[in-house]
């Protein structure tokens, strides 16, 4: 018997409640029903994006949010600033072309942060840019990026800031409207605890000056639809409503929580991960870790397939390996949204019994008692603050 554990950056575990909404007989999207839904979400997602601005609600994977942004803002020939450090990030710089939007791309080594004063170089020498591309956390490297730092750079340019905040958001703190974020992209299958299908992104000032500057040429992306629709709390289109009543429990839970405490539980998850894998002799990938999950280099000798098989066989714990140019490099434990402790703390021990049985010259039990120590430091310190 094996318990399946859903440790992957996205999709994510769900919480039972939240599955329990999935289960009810579908309403009618138009009812007072589902606009009374609507005006309670749209107040949560506002408060788990940090930001006074409507956000608009899309029925689409997170990607389809990124490609609102960049297709409503930035105009065919207009100029775009990629900040291209992984496999998400070079994800806008396909957007722009399949838009022939006028990419330039502010490429950063793989694991590394984006430098802010680089973008500030970038955007002196490219004053025309529309939109700065970022990146909150960087999903395929594990990488949190400095946006508060990029947001206070692009905010004294004309240029508005996208983040695709897809699978940070709800896992590190992340302040939309402090931090001059304009356009920031979240998808639902992350740390915002439900199913992959909708996709949020918040619009702000700023942008919807040049979103009403252009004819975009996107149909179903089109925010200005939704954004007269969203003043009514509605969507121009029939959305995914089973899943935005599930969004409703999970924002509940949110709120229940408090968003910094959530916050401060994925860093104390985070710190007990890279903890527990350092401790077993692992090198973590990135120089600055994103907090919803930890990227480790794989062990010399080893494929990350026999890691990533032994734990999903004989734990029923899924990870995720390497994307693009780091397929067979690395390995990814996601800790993002419905992650607890014991979740860690247990895929540490599967890790120790996992590298130990493929031969891994290791103490079992040694990745377990750094995480620990790393939990029970900071509970204490929560416990007395
Ligand atoms: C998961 C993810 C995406 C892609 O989202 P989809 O929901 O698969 O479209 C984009 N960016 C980041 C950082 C992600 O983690």
């Known amino acids: 018997m094996r318990k399946p554990r859903l440790m992957t950056p ?9 599955l329990l909404e999935l289960a009810r007989p579908v309403i009618h999207h138009r009812s007072a029903e589902a606009k009374d839904v609507i005006t309670e979400v749209s107040a949560g997602l506002k408060e788990v994006l940090q930001t006074k601005n409507d956000v608009m609600i899309l029925t689409a994977s997170g990607t389809g949010a990124m490609e609102a942004a960049a297709v409503n803002t930035v105009p065919p020939g207009g100029k775009a600033l990629i ?59 594990g990488t949190g990026h400095p946006v508060e730092a990029i947001g206070r750079v692009v905010a004294e340019t004309p240029a508005v800031f996208a983040v695709d905040g897809i699978s940070g958001v709800g896992a590190m703190e992340c302040r939309a409207d402090d931090w001059g974020i304009d356009l920031l992209c979240v998808g639902s299958q992350k740390a915002l605890m439900l199913p992959p299908g909708l996709a949020f992104i918040s619009v702000s000032p700023k942008a919807w000056a040049k979103i009403d500057s252009f004819e975009s040429h996107s149909y179903y ?38 968003l910094e405490n959530v916050w401060q539980r994925h860093r104390r998850m985070s ?104 939990l029970m430091g900071q509970a204490s310190a929560v416990g007395q603050g």
């Open 221 to 258: 992306f089109n925010l200005k639809a939704a954004r007269s629709k969203m003043k009514e709390f509605d969507t121009p289109y029939t959305p995914a409503h089973t899943l935005i009543l599930a969004l409703r429990t999970a924002l509940r839970r949110i709120k229940e929580e408090g």
């Open 83 to 141: 900040l291209n450090a992984g496999h998400f990030a070079a994800r806008w710089a396909s957007i722009c072309k399949a838009f022939e939007i006028n990419a330039v791309s502010l490429d950063f080594e793989w694991g590394q942060a984006v430098d802010p004063d680089r973008v500030a170089e970038a955007l002196k020498a490219n004053p025309d840019t529309v939109c700065v591309m970022g990146t909150l956390s960087e999903t395929s490297t």
């Open 271 to 374: 710190e007990a991960c890279q903890a527990g894998v350092q401790a077993l002799g692992l090198e973590l990938f990135s120089s600055r870790p994103a907090e919803g999950l930890t990227a480790f280099r794989i062990p010399a000798g080893l494929k990350d397939s026999q890691i990533r098989n032994k734990l999903t066989e004989r734990f029923g714990i899924a990870t995720v390996g390497g994307q693009g140019k780091l397929k067979g490099h690395i390995v990814r434990i996601g800790h993002m949204g419905y992650t607890d402790e014991i979740d860690v703390i247990g895929t540490i021990a599967a890790l120790e019994m996992t590298l130990a049985e493929l031969g891994v010259d290791i103490e079992p039990g040694r990745g377990v008692t750094a995480a620990q120590h790393v």
């Open 10 to 18: 996205g999709p994510a575990m769900v919480p039972e409640d939240v």
